[in-house]
């Protein structure tokens, strides 16, 4: 493997990934950051822990936009997106949508987010400084998504819109401050696409 998802021998349905102990640590870092971002869920105590189950069920969730532009991406709103004109009805469509939907949202990005830390904590490197991650189908489909979100939050960190031309990103010269946001932007991408490619039937 060449640092690339591919099929996982012995795991119908899974992949596999050779990485090595930088990649590890950025990847983690990635998802840890991106937990932060998403932040805890209705019901968690104040310093952020346990959650009340009762409590999580029955929060409503909020109604307005994320300010954060990297939430923002995150947690779109459903109806009149960026630059659409937006009447009261409208707006009042999509706040009582988010309010029934964005803290189940969230809750699935967090899973997806907290299954990339397990997994790379459960990696027992090599002595060559690496190890293959093996995914089951499952875990396959909490990184897809947690890869993307990743992509996501730095795209709109990078103000990168949907048609940004890679060959631009790729061409920063090493002295910009953004070339290792970039680089990890490329990274990410990459590796979902292999992920996507390999779970294809």
Do not use: C, H
Request: charged share 25%; glycine share 12%.
């Amino acid at each position: 493997m060449a640092g690339l998802f591919q099929s996982a021998a012995g795991v119908p349905g899974g992949a596999a990934v050779a990485l090595d102990e930088v990649e590890i640590s950025i990847l983690r870092s990635l998802a840890v950051q991106l937990l932060e971002l998403i932040g805890p869920g209705p019901g968690a105590d104040e310093a952020g822990g346990e959650q009340d189950p009762l409590a999580a069920l029955m929060a409503d969730g909020p109604t307005e936009p994320p300010s954060d532009p990297a939430l923002a991406r995150l947690f779109p709103d459903a109806y009149g997106g960026p630059g659409a004109g937006r009447d009261a009805g409208t707006r009042e469509a999509a706040a009582e949508f988010r309010r029934y939907t964005e803290n189940d949202l969230r809750a699935r990005k967090r899973e997806d987010g907290l299954a990339v830390v397990r997994t790379l904590d459960s990696l027992a490197t090599t002595g060559e400084g690496g190890a293959v991650l093996t995914l089951t189908p499952e875990q396959s489909r909490q990184w897809l998504g947690a890869l993307n979100d990743l992509r996501l939050a730095i795209g709109a960190r990078l103000e990168i819109t949907e048609d940004e031309d890679g060959d631009e990103l790729y061409a920063l010269p090493d002295g910009d401050p953004r070339k290792p946001m970039v680089m990890a932007y490329l990274w990410l991408g990459a590796l979902q696409e292999s992920l996507v490619e390999t779970l294809a039937p």
